[in-house]
């Protein structure tokens, strides 16, 4: 007589994304963009010290870590940080996790032109999960989900990272090539959109998987 136990094996969870953390001290892995004409950039910088171009004071992360992802500028500008993740079929659950700031020193929210700075008063930050086609400032039926989009309080500037966590399984669960992507518009004043630790996690389903092999006879 053969008796086999089948037992379930749950797959390592898969990071989908690459220098999350910004820890190369570049943006290896993402791709950066910005308006044309726009007076200033997306930077690489250290938590807790003075922004590259306005010089505001940012806050410290507690995560730790040595780089980030900052906006600045000397004028209006519009700013877009985008990385693809794939994520393979039948993922039981993916996971978005990322630590961000939103200083407007131009009051706000303002929700003009999209994130096109050139027209009328706009002053926002936004993110959001794209197909995998979509272009820079991109805002039509490619923007999948919306997760963020505003300022953080203008009274609090420098305000602190804030943890966000987001179940994206019943966007992107079935499998395909996404994008993540963080931008800010600003033509008020000054805005610091500051980006950090971020991470997607898929899970596999558990799959089958014989544990143990028995053979008895008689």
């Known amino acids: 007589v053969a008796v086999m136990a089948f037992g379930t094996a749950q797959a390592a969870p898969v990071q989908l994304l690459i220098n999350g953390g910004f820890e190369t001290g570049s943006y290896t ?35 730790g870590g040595a780089f980030y992802s900052v906006t600045d500028q000397t004028g209006g500008g519009a700013y877009s940080l985008r990385q693809s993740f794939t994520v393979a ?25 999209g994130l096109d700075y050139t027209g009328v008063a706009n002053q926002h930050a936004r993110v959001d999960i794209l197909t995998a086609g979509a272009s820079a400032f991109d805002l039509g039926a490619a923007v999948l989900q919306n997760l963020y989009l505003g300022i953080d309080p203008t009274a609090s500037n420098p305000n602190p990272y804030t943890d966000y966590s987001f179940d994206i399984t019943s966007l992107v669960g079935g499998g395909g090539t996404f994008q993540i992507r963080f931008a800010e518009v600003d033509n008020q004043l000054y805005f610091n959109q500051g980006v950090d630790n ?18 008895a006879g008689l």
Do not use: K, R
């Open 29 to 63: 892995g993402w791709t950066t963009t910005s308006q044309a004409g726009s007076s200033g950039n997306l930077f690489i910088d250290t938590p807790g010290t003075s922004t590259p171009t306005s010089v505001f004071s940012t806050a410290t992360n507690g995560v």
């Open 198 to 215: 971020v991470s997607i996690v898929a899970n596999a389903n558990a799959v089958p998987e014989p544990t143990t092999l028995a053979l």
């Open 89 to 113: 079929p039948g993922a039981s659950s993916v996971i978005l996790t990322f630590q961000m700031y939103a200083n407007s020193y131009g009051g706000g929210p303002i929700f003009g032109d």
